[in-house]
């Protein structure tokens, strides 16, 4: 007896000791991330001007012509990066890979009428661009979460520089109290003022994590006081205010153009749904309706027709604020 509850006892203790290790692991390994992190972004090359403005001949420049290359793999490594995610291209690429081998095999055993080739192809390149498609989701859902937390931050940041606090204490403080996502871009922000990078170019790299306008707006406000005086805290529970106003309006058209929207879902699923249903029930009842031409130039007419007015309907309900 007093064998068994030793030896639970020494059990419990190893579990105990081996969940503490592990977590003990993984909050070093997450601090030297950030603070590999914080130090990159700190050593890299000074830069002559900063503009935290619209310009629009980049603009006009980004419009011209199809991305190439490098430009395509850049733009999968910002998207990567702004979803939040611990992922890399090499994980994204495996992956999709993954997912276009998996589609491959799983098209070659659709029961349908139809080019192996063609199935199979379709069904890995739908697997294959899922993986980029959650990041694109994980992106979106992320910057709505700040765009809704920054308000709080920017007035928890005006109530600080009013009882007196320094500009860099504030933003420790937001830092501190302010939740993620929002909570570690600010954390971000302070360590690179913290270790020496000059306001201007700690102001641009927080801008590129958070690439939404109301942050610009909250660094050209923040440099404008710095070169021309003025009261910031003022400034910055006016911009809160806007923010809040201009967010409740989003609320407002997005649950108005909601029924389009659902709309638009519905329609474009339907006939999808109608096709599967379809196969699985009678598998060769559409085979005529592909080995026919005219049938064939029917589906291709069905396909582009949904297409466009998938398009039209969100173009339509589609209204910026």
Not at 31 to 44: D, G, I, P
Not at 82 to 97: C, I
Not at 254 to 278: D, E
């Amino acid at each position: 007896m007093i064998a068994l509850v030793v030896l639970t006892f020494l059990v419990v203790l190893g579990a105990l000791m081996l969940s503490i290790s592990s977590g003990l692991r993984y909050f070093e390994s997450q601090r030297r991330k950030q603070l590999v992190s914080v130090l990159r972004t700190v050593s890299e090359a000074e830069e002559p001007h900063v503009d935290l403005l619209m310009d629009p001949e980049e603009a006009k420049k980004t419009t011209e012509g199809f991305p190439g290359p490098e430009e395509f793999y850049e733009k999968i490594r910002v998207l990567i990066s702004e979803s939040g995610l611990d992922w890399n291209m090499s994980r994204l690429t495996m992956l999709s890979s993954g997912g276009f081998v998996a589609g491959a095999i799983l098209g070659g055993l659709i029961p349908f009428e139809s080019p192996l080739f063609l199935r199979s192809f379709g069904a890995g390149a739908v697997l294959a661009w899922l993986p980029l498609m959650y990041v694109r989701r994980k992106r979106t859902k992320r910057l709505d979460e700040m765009e809704a937390q920054l308000p709080d931050a920017l007035d928890f940041l005006a109530r600080s520089m009013r009882a007196g606090h320094a500009f860099t204490i504030s933003l420790e403080m937001v830092g501190e109290e302010i939740h993620d996502p929002l909570g570690q871009e600010f954390r971000a922000l302070f360590n690179e003022q913290n270790l020496g990078a000059s306001l201007d170019r700690s102001l641009a790299n927080f801008g590129k994590r958070v690439p939404l306008p109301d942050v610009r707006f909250f660094s050209s406000a923040v440099l404008l006081q710095r070169q021309t005086g003025g009261n910031l805290g003022e400034v910055l529970g006016r911009l809160s205010h806007i923010i809040r106003e201009r967010f409740r309006l989003k609320g407002q058209v997005r649950a108005t153009s909601a029924h389009g929207k659902l709309t638009a879902t519905i329609l474009t699923l339907l006939p999808i749904a109608t096709l599967g249903g379809l196969m699985v029930v009678s598998p060769t009842y559409l085979s005529p309706l592909l080995s026919d031409p005219m049938g064939r130039k029917l589906v291709i007419a069905g396909v582009v027709c949904q297409i466009l007015g998938n398009l039209v309907i969100r173009r339509i309900i589609r209204i910026r604020v």
